[in-house]
């Protein structure tokens, strides 16, 4: 039997939003690795064996599911959203960097819906222009290097996501974020707050800079920071596609 790897994105939550590609994997796959709560969103058949995992130990993760496909198994690492956007993709290339014995294997990396794109379908086009993605965890850099990133893109102009916005072990770094971006920007500027899109538990408010406080986000959120032109239409929120001048 020959083994493979695919790394896939089970997008934000919803059914509809997995692709037809990463079913097909899912069905064809002998082995399903990754994080606890992402590998309970595979059903279980006869034949399918399911490897949880917990959160920091990706690259055991990765080299496990070399090893696995190496011995002729068919594996999918699964990821939320794209795998591609702070998950499993780099990770297992990290991986592989130390296993020239696994360079002929056949990996596909699929992609799938990143949070950002959902929760901006959800309120309009916050995305429209020009942005930026940036990880607020310092688990895997220094929350030193995501002030200096955070304060450059905020004065390039750009609209932001922030992915693991706050978690219970740093509450106070997002407060921080805020206030840098209290310095960066207009107090009138919008921001997004999107809560498990696409899921039962869908949350989205959007409010100014001058009246957002860090308890609004949590680990399910994934924070839109529009640029200086974002406004609302209607119920919409809207970054126009052109810019006047510098921003
Ligand atoms: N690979 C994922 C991101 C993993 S990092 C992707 O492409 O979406 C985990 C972070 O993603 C969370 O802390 C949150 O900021 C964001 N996120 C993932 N799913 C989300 C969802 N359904 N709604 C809002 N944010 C989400």
């Known amino acids: 039997m020959t083994g493979w790897i695919s790394v896939a994105g089970l997008g934000p939550g919803a059914e509809a939003l997995v692709t037809p590609e990463v079913t097909a994997a899912l069905a064809e796959a002998t082995d399903i690795v990754g994080y606890i709560p992402y590998v309970a969103r595979v ?11 917990d959160n920091r130990v990706e690259l ?7 090893d696995m496909a190496r011995a002729g198994r068919r594996v999918v ?3 939320s959203g794209d795998p591609g956007v702070f998950a499993m993709a780099s990770a297992l290339f990290e991986a592989l960097e130390t296993r020239p014995d696994c360079h002929d294997l056949d990996i596909r990396i699929l992609p799938g819906i990143t949070a950002m794109l959902a929760a901006a379908a959800r309120a309009g086009a916050p995305l429209g222009h020009d942005f930026c993605a940036i990880n607020l965890s310092d688990n895997l850099k220094p929350f030193a290097e995501v002030e200096r990133r955070l304060r450059h893109a905020a004065q390039g102009g750009f609209a932001m996501a922030f992915y693991n916005p706050r978690s219970r072990s740093r509450p106070h770094q ?16 919008l921001i997004l707050f999107a809560r498990a899109v696409t899921t039962p538990e869908e949350r989205i408010e959007t409010v100014t800079l001058a009246d957002a406080t ?10 839109i ?20 001048g510098a921003v």
């Not at 974020?177 to 009138?188: D, H, K």
């Not at 609004?216 to 994934?222: C, K, L």
Request: contains cysteine; charged residues 25%; aromatic residues 4%.
């Open 174 to 189: 997002f407060a921080r974020v805020l206030e840098i971006l209290r310095e960066e920007c207009e107090g009138a500027r």
């Open 214 to 223: 860090p308890e609004m986000a949590d680990m399910r959120t994934v924070v």
């Open 77 to 79: 690492i699964v990821s």
């Open 60 to 66: 055991d993760r990765a080299q496990a599911a070399l």
């Open 43 to 53: 059903a279980p058949r006869p034949g399918l064996v399911l490897h949880p995992s």
């Open 225 to 244: 920071v529009g640029n200086a032109a974002t406004r609302r239409v209607g119920r919409w929120v809207y970054t126009p596609r052109s810019v006047e």
